[in-house]
T-cell receptor
Framework: ETGVTQSPTHLIKTRGQQVTLRCSSQSGHNTVSWYQQALGQGPQFIFQYYREEENGRGNFPPRFSGLQFPNYSSELNVNALELDDSALYLC????????????FGQGTRLTVV | GQNIDQPTEMTATEGAIVQINCTYQTSGFNGLFWYQQHAGEAPTFLSYNVLDGLEEKGRFSSFLSRSKGYSYLLLKELQMKDSASYLCAVRDSNYQLIWGAGTKLIIKP
């Protein structure tokens, strides 16, 4: 148990729809990162939030957006879903400025049909 | 560009030792991580190296050479439950994790 929880665990959406994924970070952690992991691949960095501000972004289009709240929980929003968005979405929390590992939630398996 | 290479798949025998290699080219370096990931689950932390040398933690050890851009994960006394993917990740100058594609380790009795 890492203390990082994601919801929902599984989700099926139709192409063109919008989806919101949620993440509660580990107590005391102020940084949340989101990753997309396709089957058989390593995680791909989407973006990172630090104290409610986006603090880095990977090579993902603007239809991928996020929020971080004052309690450091976070949301990932994806608009205009495409079939290729089907993947495991992972949230990881960490403490900025401290050389520790990131702790992952169990992930949300998104299927776009 | 940033690149992390590790073998796609390895096979080993229960009770044996296996070494999984990782080479990297990244924009800056702020540590290298190894994670274990069972199918359909989230990655779990195994080890962290920021200085050259060997870090040992029970049956698992990890080595880093920053000058060579190289690391390995050594697993001893392999157990069937060690069958999983092993992911190498480097934290770059922006403190973001860059991941390899993972090495699928198959343990045979």
């Amino acid at each position: 148990e890492t203390g990082v929880t994601q919801s929902p665990t599984h989700l099926i959406k139709t192409r063109g729809q919008q989806v919101t994924l949620r993440c509660s970070s580990q107590s005391g952690h102020n940084t949340v990162s989101w990753y997309q992991q396709a089957l058989g691949q390593g995680p791909q960095f989407i973006f990172q939030y630090y104290r409610e501000e986006e603090n880095g972004r990977g090579n993902f289009p603007p239809r991928f957006s996020g929020l971080q709240f004052p309690n450091y929980s976070s949301e990932l929003n994806v608009n205009a879903l495409e079939l290729d968005d089907s993947a495991l979405y992972l949230c990881a929390s960490s403490l900025a400025g401290v050389d520790t590992e990131a702790f992952f939630g169990q992930g949300t398996r998104l299927t776009v049909v | 560009g940033q690149n992390i290479d590790q073998p796609t798949e390895m096979t080993a025998t229960e009770g044996a030792i296996v070494q999984i290699n990782c080479t990297y080219q990244t924009s800056g370096f702020n540590g290298l991580f190894w994670y274990q990931q069972h199918a359909g689950e989230a990655p779990t932390f195994l080890s962290y190296n920021v200085l050259d040398g060997l870090e040992e933690k029970g049956r698992f050890s990890s080595f880093l050479s920053r000058s060579k851009g190289y690391s390995y994960l050594l697993l001893k006394e392999l157990q069937m439950k060690d069958s999983a993917s092993y992911l190498c990740a480097v934290r770059d100058s922006n403190y973001q994790l860059i991941w390899g594609a993972g090495t699928k380790l198959i343990i045979k009795p």
